[in-house]
């Protein structure tokens, strides 16, 4: 396990649940576990926020619908004032490739939804974020999942393909990493 002699972690995604027993998952859940008891910024792009969630208590479920493609997310009141999301105008369109959310960590506050899944972006203290959306991703990313056959089954299941370029969010991901970067500078 790498020490977290970091200024911060970002925790990305990946096709397994984060109620895998797998063995590097395992790793990263304790890592991120660690990272919290540190004092550690902490950023989770969906399976990472999923880990996060987990690793501060709160439950990792199936989601009721499969939310994958280009979905619209709602800030709230909160989420408005945040100072990752300053600048983010709400609506927004972001990238979303997930079959499984959680429940809001034990003092977490809410900051994001859309329509297929209630929490899609929360804080807990001054720095530890989980966004279930994927900011990060780029036209050739999408394309590239789109292909792996561990994703063909979701593939499968859309009523349409996906438009890998239907949205340019690389402003939007640039935002977001610089703002939360200014949470503990």
Not at 65 to 79: M, N, R, Y
């Amino acid at each position: 396990m790498p020490a977290l002699g970091h200024s911060g972690l970002v925790v990305l995604g990946g096709p397994m649940s984060a109620n895998d027993s797998l063995p590097g998952l395992v790793d990263e859940l304790a890592m991120i576990e660690r990272a919290l008891d540190r004092g550690v910024p902490l950023l989770g792009i969906c399976l990472g926020s999923q880990l996060i969630a987990k690793a501060l208590g709160g439950r990792v479920y199936r989601n009721g619908a499969l939310e994958i493609g280009w979905e619209t997310v709602h800030l709230t009141d909160a989420g408005r004032r945040d100072p990752v999301f300053q600048g983010i105008e709400s609506p927004a369109t972001f990238f979303h490739w997930h079959s499984e959310t959680f429940d809001l960590p034990p003092g977490a506050e809410w900051l994001a939804w859309s329509e297929k899944t209630r929490y899609q972006a929360y804080r807990v203290g001054s720095s530890v974020y989980g966004v279930q959306f994927h900011p990060e991703v780029t036209a050739g990313m999408i394309e590239d999942w789109s292909r792996e056959p561990v994703n063909c089954g979701d593939i499968a299941m859309l009523s349409r393909p996906i438009d890998a370029r239907a949205h340019d969010q690389s402003g939007l991901a640039r935002q977001i990493m610089e703002n939360w970067l200014q949470t503990f500078r």
